[in-house]
């Protein structure tokens, strides 16, 4: 299966990217936590998470900006190039549970493309707010 | 000026002064194959120019690239285990002193100037660049930006990362 490349000729503002849906698993958080050396229990401890005053354990705010990243450069192809992200903070997120990517192209300057995403809970509560530019090839 | 009842900042002036210095020693460490492409499954983003050398040529690279935001994961120095605070955190994560509860993750900037490869060598430098007292709904709070650096064996900076806290 070869990667899909979306070209500048493709796009235009207000154009709207497809929805992305994840759904973490408990698994996810701790291999995360491992993999990024990260050893703070809310992540994984839920006694201790709750302690603090959270529901359940919390999704890592950089494993969401990860999805974020990646929601553009899959949406993007491999010849395109993440230029710049940024991501707010609003609202926690929690695994088993799943969450919305959505995205709308909202500048399109030259040959770089700027996007507004977000990520929200089925009721389409805004968790985390988003940014991003991204650098598209041309056609041909 | 020593921490007096009568002072209404949250940001003591010892701490307002660390602003545009470095908040910890320079970090070097070499990107990996085998820790980039468990972060990237751990993640759950199996793009190919992670773990296809041929994928990432076809792409323009020149070798394995490693997912935008792993680069800071590769810098973290790890301690031992009698660092650990009782939330999990590593003693020393937050040098500065502030007259308030809680730290919160407030959000990320990211500016990706070069991708980042496998073989790379990575020296990270984070600077406190403000600390500003702000007032919001339910009172006030200290928004702290920290500036991280990346920059490649070559001198070329790779990335940069302002991480936000949020403290009341």
Redesign the interface.
Known sequence: MSPTQVHLEDVAVGAVLPRVVRNASRVQLFLYSAATWNPHRIHYDVDYARFEGHEDVLVHGPLQGAWLTQYVTSWAGPRARLLSVQWQNRASAFPERDLHFDGRVTAVDGDVVTLEITEADPDGRVLMPATATVRLPRRG | MQDQPTDESLVPDETRALVGTLVAEPVRAEITAK?SQ??A?????L???YFDID?AR???HPTLVA???FV??AV?V?LPLDH?RT????TGAMPMRLRVQRT?????????DA?VYVGDTITAETRLASIDEKAGSKGPFVRIVRETTFTNQHGDVVARSRQ?GIAR
């Open positions: 820790e468990r972060y499954q751990a993640v759950g983003d793009d190919p120019v994928a076809a792409a323009g997912p935008p935001t800071t994961h973290v790890g650990i939330d999990g955190l590593f919160m993750f407030g959000g990320e900037e990211w500016d990706f991708p936000i």
